[in-house]
Each structure stands twice: as structure tokens, then as C-alpha cells.
């Protein structure tokens, strides 16, 4: 279910739960907006988030207009409520931060990623997680309005996720970071090999 439908006064609105996904996240940091997770195997470890104020609305339209593309209902209402976040990077002992997790792009990082021509060629990057993974907005899905327009670049080579933003970052926050896209790969007889 990746969007619910509202009849207001005879109109049909799409009601995006990004808002409920992120509320519930929040809920789970502590006051230096960090809290445990756990891991593949039992690991536990200490992850930080952090949210970027929004972004106006005439900002998203702007953008729109220069790359051409509508960009996602759902993915318009995350930047409404936080223009980029990081979630789940790891914090060491000290709490510094080390790395990881998952950094959903602001409008401007998304042009200066988009100079990258490997990048860019693939799509819209939204986000960069793991060690040189991207999430991509397919265009050609946009413009045709299929509603799994979500892929990830991994080095050179794109996975399809068929996936939209919305679905994607709630199953990223309910498996705490773990990539999830990756599991059905792993079967009782290759998930040993693989370690």
C-alpha cells in the first residue's frame, strides 16, 4: 500500500505516511538524536540521525523546471518536511560519527551530484548510502508515470528496486539500515558462503 486514498468533497487526494514513517524514527532518538540498533547477527551499535530543515514549495517547482521532470508526490512531500536528512550513521564510544547510513540528498546536493556524469547519466540521485551506492529516480519511469521509478546505482551497474521513495525509506528505517534489497538474494544454502 504505498499511498492511501482520502475522498475530500468528491476529490481524491493521495495521503503520503512519509510523515508517520520519519514521526516514528523520531520518537526512537534520544536528546543527542542517537539510539541503538541492531544489526545482521545480533551486531548492536549506536546510530545518529539528523534532519534538514524543509524546503520551500516555489524552490521544488524551480528545480522541476530546470531538469524538465515532475518529481514524485511522495518524494515532494519528504522535502516539504526535511529539504535532505542523514539516517542511521554510525557513532563510535565517543559519539563521533563514522560513516554509514543513509544520506538523503538536499535539492543542492543533488545538482552538485548530478555533475558527475556516471551519476547522472543513470537518472536523478536522491540519496547516497553504503560505500558507492546511489538511489536513482528513473526518468524515464517519471515521465511515464510508473509508480516504481526508484533504482540504485551501485558503482556502475543499476538495480532496479520497484520501489517508490515512500516504500523505499520505510522499509530502510523498519530493517534499521540493513539493505534490505539485497536479501532475497541470500538463500540457507549461499548466506554462509557470502560471509
Not at 521544488?60 to 524538465?68: A, K, Q, V
Not at 521509478?149 to 556502475?156: A, C, G
Request: aromatic fraction near 12%; include cysteine.
Amino acid at each position: 500500500m504505498g499511498f492511501i486514498l482520502i475522498e475530500n468533497g468528491g476529490i481524491n487526494e493521495l495521503s503520503h505516511f512519509i510523515q508517520n514513517t520519519l514521526s516514528g524514527l523520531k520518537q526512537l532518538l534520544n536528546n543527542n538524536d542517537q539510539m541503538k540498533s541492531v544489526a545482521e547477527e545480533g551486531e548492536v551499535y549506536t546510530v545518529s540521525c539528523s534532519f534538514n530543515p524543509p524546503i520551500k514549495i516555489s524552490e521544488i517547482e524551480t528545480f522541476e523546471s530546470e531538469h524538465d521532470i515532475k518529481l514524485p508526490e511522495d518524494y515532494k512531500a519528504f522535502l516539504k518536511l526535511h529539504n535532505g536528512a542523514r539516517i542511521y550513521e554510525s557513532v563510535d564510544d565517543d559519539g563521533v560519527n563514522i560513516g554509514g547510513g543513509l544520506h538523503l540528498f538536499s535539492l543542492d546536493d543533488i545538482k552538485e551530484t548530478q555533475e558527475v556524469e556516471y551519476i547522472s547519466e543513470h537518472g536523478i540521485p536522491i540519496a547516497h548510502l553504503l560505500e558507492d551506492c546511489y538511489l536513482i529516480l528513473d526518468i524515464e519511469k517519471l515521465k511515464s508515470t510508473d509508480p516504481n521509478y526508484l533504482n540504485i546505482l551501485e558503482f556502475t551497474d543499476i538495480k532496479i528496486l520497484n520501489l517508490n521513495f515512500e516504500i523505499f525509506l520505510d522499509r530502510y528505517i523498519i530493517s534499521q539500515g540493513v539493505p534490505f534489497w539485497s536479501w532475497p538474494i541470500y538463500t540457507a544454502e549461499n548466506y554462509y558462503r557470502t560471509r
